[in-house]
């Protein structure tokens, strides 16, 4: 009922790709937005992006309210575990799950989100590499960028950017002796 001509007009035109904006304000502080191939409709609170600091709780369950997220640690220090090099995403197909060299990450580990300038080494790559260009090329869509949870060692470096990547040098190696698990749900 509040939707005038123009507002559908506009999103029309975002919809055929001839708008010249990447969005459509509609009443109620809601828009319509492009997603690649595909329009998206939310209020600009759920689209905002999410600054802050939390720290980890290696020994169990962190809630992350402002994300909507709950990160889930274990470790571990079987052989069998530390036989098995390969990350937990790729031997259970779950992307929300990984693990990690526990002494890589040290104790004081924590999660943020995107800040401007952020750099990491995805795993299997030898340089390191600008966060919104892995963002591009993963093809993320930007406001959902800052919302994306990063879980970062001790000395801030990020070792996962969650649903993603994680970084080379947190990876389980022969070398490693104790492993964390973490999983993130929500």
Not at 148 to 169: K, N, S, T
Request: with cysteine; hydrophobic share 40%; proline share 4%.
């Amino acid at each position: 009922e509040e939707l005038d001509f123009d507002h559908i007009e506009s999103v029309r035109q975002l919809a055929l790709g001839d708008s010249a904006s990447a969005e459509v304000a509609l009443p109620d502080n809601v828009i319509v937005f492009r997603e690649y191939d595909t329009l998206r409709k939310a209020t600009r609170k759920e689209l905002a992006a999410v600054t802050g600091h939390w720290p980890l709780n290696l020994a169990g369950e962190t809630v992350i309210a402002e994300l909507g997220v709950t990160v889930i640690c274990h470790s571990e220090r079987s052989e069998e575990s530390l036989r098995t090099t390969e990350p937990l995403r790729s031997a259970q197909g779950d992307r929300n799950s990984e693990r990690f060299d526990a002494d890589a990450l040290g104790e004081s580990v924590f999660v943020r989100t995107w800040e401007a300038g952020d750099r990491f080494q995805p795993l299997g790559m030898r340089g390191e590499k600008k966060l919104q260009d892995f963002f591009v090329d993963e093809k993320v869509p930007r406001h959902r960028r800052g919302r994306v949870p990063l879980v970062c060692a001790a000395d801030g470096r990020i070792a996962w950017i969650v649903g993603h990547r994680i970084a080379e040098p947190f990876k389980v190696t022969e070398r490693t002796k104790r492993v964390v698990r973490l999983g993130v749900r929500g």
